[in-house]
């Protein structure tokens, strides 16, 4: 089944102890991006990749970090947690360079950072 | 830069009655458009988009939009609402080249019985 996987789907951390949220897609898409989704405010993007170690910034990247060893992974990474990182967070993926590309989400992870 | 603005954060209709939630945009360029579903504790699914040819579009579940670029507008429209309609509704737009998508607010549609 085509999916894209992420885990954990839920975490309660304390502030500053760093944490990583895996993202993996079995379609093959070199496309692959981090939503954090807040109410009132939909979802925006923290990161995306257009291909393996190719990466780059989105609307709102202060506080994270990621990576994009393999085509199929794109961890994201909070190296210090804060508050106001508390957030749902959405993990997609689609063929790159298709303007009109339909993008796949993951279930999404709820993070709660205390 | 383009942006995304759907009007009502809830919505709420009588199972059966005519469901309408609006979206506009704002782009220098001609967009491409999208509505995402997102039912509770899932991710978004694609539910219709418009590329390039006829502005309205039909999607899943009956829904269908009309683009209109006069009025900048992207309604997403179904004749009669189900109870399994109920859901959060995104609209989103993408104008470069790549894959960004610039998402709106998001509505909240409550169907009651």
């Known amino acids: 089944e085509a999916q894209v996987t992420q885990n954990p789907r839920y975490l309660i951390t304390v502030t500053g102890k760093k944490l990583t949220v895996t993202c993996s897609q079995n379609m093959n898409h070199e496309y692959m991006s981090w939503y954090r989704q807040d109410p009132g405010l939909g979802l925006r993007q923290i990161y995306y990749?257009?291909?393996?170690?190719?990466?780059d910034k989105g609307d709102v990247p202060e506080g994270y970090k990621v990576s994009r060893k393999e085509k199929r992974n794109f961890p994201l990474i909070l190296e210090s947690p804060s508050p106001n990182q508390t957030s749902l967070y959405f993990c997609?993926?689609?063929?790159?360079?298709?303007?009109?590309?339909?993008?796949?989400f993951g279930p999404g992870t709820r993070l709660l950072v205390l | 830069a383009q942006s995304v603005t759907q009007l009502g954060s809830h919505v709420s209709v009588s199972e059966g009655a005519l469901v309408l939630l609006r979206c506009n945009y704002s782009?220098?360029?001609?967009?491409?458009l999208f509505w995402y579903v997102q039912y509770p504790n899932q991710g978004l699914q694609l539910l219709l988009k418009?590329?390039?040819?006829?502005?309205l579009v039909k999607g899943i579940n009956g829904f269908e939009a009309e683009f209109k670029k006069s009025e900048t507008s992207f309604h997403l429209t179904k004749p009669s609402a189900h109870m399994s309609d109920a859901a959060e509704y995104f609209c989103a737009v993408s104008v470069q080249a790549g894959n960004m998508l610039t998402f709106g607010g998001g509505t909240r549609l409550m169907v009651k019985p």
């Open positions: 782009s220098s360029v001609p967009p491409y």
């Open positions: 997609a993926s689609s063929i790159a360079g298709t303007r009109g590309g339909t993008q796949y």
């Open positions: 990749s257009m291909n393996v170690e190719v990466t």
């Open positions: 418009y590329t390039t040819g006829a502005t």
